[in-house]
């Protein structure tokens, strides 16, 4: 009798555990996967039964190309792809109406997006694929040229996720590939995961940041391979999220990364804080420029750790920010002649902003191969303050096909030059090369 009894107990915990894990095969909700035929009425239905239903997993199976428009993911919902599923970007421009960013249409919109949700999973060994090449202009030899745009206020190009104010989600596992704009997106999230993802954008491609963490807090990125045209991992806060308090708390461990602009970046927008953040154990290869800090807002950073990251950069072409810095640490004003800029970037009704303070930022254990020095600098003395070089190995790789040789610091987007002129003879004469404006910097 007991056997029996322990038996139907186990039943009904299998029977429970299958239930909660209840599948919802998107063939079976109409969709082709040819490849040709749009499936996203499909794959909606499919997440917005899931969803009601009580959660479970929406499942792409193997062997289809799913194309796709806008999908809206929802609470308690795990879109698995299987292995040889591959779930691409409808090329037509005309179907994208969402803004990635609220009220500002300038900067691309939404393809796979979820706002005010929680429990979101995004899982297995298929392939989430932008469809970038086909939002670009024409292929230059160093970049794609943008597509003119007859409303510059209107930029059609999708982001390819944008998650906003999600609490409990995890990215395990797939590969996303080939953005038009922004990749993986976490605006206002909180604990969230990204783990043993493959991001491989078209380095060719402007604007196609890896993952960005946007006022996000408690996230770990973990065992990631990401190459990128812009920056790979960049943290910051984006004026039109406000609400949502500052990005913090971040860990980013046993990471591959390749860029044309900033492997890591923190900053570049930043009306709030950016504190308690930790990256470790990482490779950085083949990128314009390595470990950033760019603030040009009134946002502040503080209480940062690299540790434990080689390096290899190079320098590429003007259209990437950046000048083979391994290590950049500043803080400038923004330069306030753009358009975007003057609109979204700085505080409403302000043609002109503020930059904060930078300081308590750690560098232990770095080696890195570049083409220039490191740069640490701000507009102000103790604008940029407490930056300690730990165990810092910086050797300078001389590029043979240049006779005299001239440096120079890419302090942009910023008030005033862009650039400053560095001494190559004298950045060989140092430990660590490095230079430095208006900071404060401890080298041992």
């Not at 809206?72 to 299987?82: G, H, T």
């Not at 969402?98 to 995004?122: H, Q």
């Not at 292929?139 to 597509?147: A, T």
């Not at 102000?380 to 810092?392: L, S």
């Amino acid at each position: 009798m007991k056997t029996r009894f322990l038996m139907l107990m186990f039943l009904g915990w299998m029977a429970a555990a299958v239930s909660a894990q209840e599948s919802y095969n998107i063939l079976t909700f109409g969709a082709k996967g040819d490849g040709v035929t749009d499936d996203a009425a499909a794959i909606q239905t499919a997440i917005n039964r899931c969803s009601a239903e009580g959660g479970g997993v929406v499942l792409l199976p193997r062997n289809h190309v799913y194309m796709s428009g806008p999908v809206e993911l929802k609470s308690n919902v795990e879109l698995r792809l299987e292995a040889t599923a591959t779930l691409k970007a409808n090329p037509d421009e005309s179907i994208y109406k969402l803004s990635a960013f609220g009220e500002n249409r300038g900067e691309g919109m939404l393809w796979l997006w979820a706002k005010d949700a929680d429990n979101i999973s995004i899982t297995g060994k298929g392939t989430i694929h932008g469809n970038g090449i086909a939002f670009m202009g024409a292929e230059l030899e160093d970049s794609y040229e943008l597509k003119p745009l007859a409303d510059q206020t209107f930029d059609p190009r999708p982001h390819v996720l944008t998650l906003t104010n999600v609490q409990n989600l995890t990215i395990r596992d797939v590969t996303i590939k080939e953005g038009a704009y922004w990749t993986v997106h976490l605006i206002g999230c909180n604990e969230a995961v990204i783990d043993g993802i493959n991001l491989l954008n078209n380095l060719k491609i402007r604007n196609g940041d890896g993952i960005d963490l946007d006022h996000s807090k408690n996230v770990r990125i973990a065992n990631c391979h990401i190459t990128s045209g812009d920056d790979c991992i960049c943290l910051k806060n984006r004026r039109e999220f406000e609400q949502y308090g500052s990005c913090h708390d971040i860990v980013v461990t046993n990471c591959v990364m390749s860029s044309r602009s900033c492997a890591v970046k923190i900053g570049s927008e930043n009306m709030d804080s950016i504190y308690n953040v930790v990256f470790d154990n990482c490779i950085i290869t083949g990128s314009n420029r390595g470990l950033g800090i760019q603030n040009r807002d009134e946002g502040t950073v503080t209480d940062v750790v690299f540790s434990n990251i080689q390096l290899d950069c190079r320098l590429w072409s003007d259209v990437w920010w950046g000048k083979a810095e391994p290590i950049y640490v500043t803080s400038y004003p923004r330069a306030n002649g753009n358009h975007k800029d003057a609109n979204w970037r700085f505080p409403k009704g302000q043609i002109e902003g503020r930059c904060g303070e930078v300081s308590r930022i750690y560098f232990n254990n770095i080696t890195a191969l570049s083409e220039n020095g490191c740069f640490v600098g701000g507009d102000v003395p103790g604008k940029v303050k407490d930056i300690y070089f730990n165990n810092v190995r910086v050797k300078l790789n001389y590029p043979l096909s240049i006779v005299h040789y001239s440096l120079s610091m890419d302090k942009r987007p910023c008030k005033g030059e862009g650039f400053v002129k560095v001494d190559w003879v004298e950045l060989k004469k140092m430990a660590v090369p490095l230079y430095t404006e208006n900071a404060i910097v401890d080298v041992k």
